[in-house]
């Protein structure tokens, strides 16, 4: 079992930068593929980025690929979000989830874990 909490949500300004945390719980974290998906209202949420635990290949969708990066700590069973140069289209919550298997993935159905959510405004 593991559950995730996300922070670091909030209001931006466009063209700022925020950083979100995923805390995971659980002896295993680091045997998992971890991943942040978005919704934003009237939206269907959507792949946002992901990374692989056995190598730390990392994928991205195209609309954040060069401003957003993913990282993970093992030590601390967390996984981050850093997200620069931010659009308002970007306004949305963000969830991240957690995936038992080596390789990443962006088909949401793999993903045995999820967050709460934080809330992500970027104000034009």
């Known amino acids: 079992q593991v559950q995730l909490v996300e922070s670091g949500g909030g209001l931006v300004q466009a063209g700022g930068s925020l950083r979100l945390s995923c805390a995971a719980s659980?002896?295993?974290?680091?045997?998992?593929?971890m991943g942040w998906f978005r919704q934003a209202p009237g939206k269907e949420r959507e792949f946002v980025a992901a990374?692989?635990?056995?190598?730390?290949?990392?994928a991205y969708a195209d609309s954040v690929k060069g401003r957003f990066t993913i990282s993970r700590d093992n030590a601390k069973n967390t996984v981050y979000l850093q997200m620069n140069s931010l659009k308002p289209e970007d306004t949305a919550v963000y969830y991240c989830?957690?995936?038992?298997?080596?390789?990443?993935?962006?088909?949401?159905?793999?993903?045995?874990?999820w967050g709460q959510g934080t809330q992500v405004t970027v104000s034009s």
């Open positions: 989830a957690a995936a038992a298997q080596s390789t990443w993935t962006r088909r949401e159905n793999l993903y045995d874990y």
């Open positions: 659980g002896r295993t974290f680091s045997r998992y593929a």
């Open positions: 990374m692989a635990w056995s190598n730390g290949v990392t």
